[in-house]
T-cell receptor, first 111, second 112 residues
């Protein structure tokens, strides 16, 4: 998957719980992205970061938070404020303005 | 508004035939377009890209055509194989910090 790893592959969330999805890349890319994909749908942008210690909201940021303390890492937290978190979450990275390469994804399910 | 859409949600072809997947985009300022292939339960995989200063680009068994006049993008797969069965997404770069807008996707099914 192009040097991008996501963990875990499956994640279960209980009511009212925050969960964190991991994304790591060893491609030396400056930019990283988080997308949400619902069944039979395209990808929607949650958050993105063009450089360390900086990030911007995407189209559906409510109920999510991110951090970018290291170039290689861009973890996504799904907070209890996200009322419909069940989805397939995809992380991507790119050099500035170039093709985005995706990780294998994390499937989040609610118990 | 800005959008990238696909004309057909599903496409079924016979093994060995050529496949054509279409995509319409609405933002004339977009300067970069990408096709991705996504197999079930996996992340999207880069297939081919094209910049707005080109109208055709070829890869291995794949060709992307860009018609800026009608804001249309297509992916042609030659001699389609069972391993080509997947959902194909086009994506449009709005030139806003690397953000991509994805279409809904077309599911390609290859019959043996």
């Amino acid at each position: 998957d192009g040097g991008i790893t996501q963990s875990p592959k499956y994640l279960f969330r209980k009511e009212g719980q925050n969960v964190t999805l991991s994304c790591e890349q060893n491609l030396n890319h400056d930019a990283m992205y988080w997308y949400r994909q619902d069944p039979g749908q395209g990808l929607r942008l949650i958050y993105y970061s063009q450089i360390v210690n900086d990030f911007q909201k995407g189209d559906i940021a409510e109920g999510y938070s991110v951090s970018r303390e290291k170039k290689e890492s861009f973890p996504l937290t799904v907070t209890s404020a996200q009322k419909n978190p069940t989805a397939f979450y995809l992380c991507a990275s790119s050099s500035q303005g170039e093709t985005q390469y995706f990780g294998p994804g994390t499937r989040l399910l609610v118990l | 508004g800005e959008s990238v859409g696909l004309h057909l949600p599903t496409l079924s072809v016979q093994e060995g035939d050529n496949s054509i997947i279409n995509c319409a985009y609405s933002n004339s300022a977009s300067d970069y377009f990408i096709w991705y292939k996504q197999e079930s339960g996996k992340g999207p995989q880069f297939i081919i890209d094209i910049r707005s200063n080109m109208d055709k680009r070829q890869g291995q068994r794949v060709t992307v055509l860009l018609n800026k006049t009608v804001k249309h993008l297509s992916l042609q797969i030659a001699a389609t194989q069972p391993g080509d069965s997947a959902v194909y997404f086009c994506a449009e770069n709005l030139n806003q910090g690397g953000k991509l807008i994805f279409g809904q996707g077309t599911e390609l099914s290859v019959k043996p």
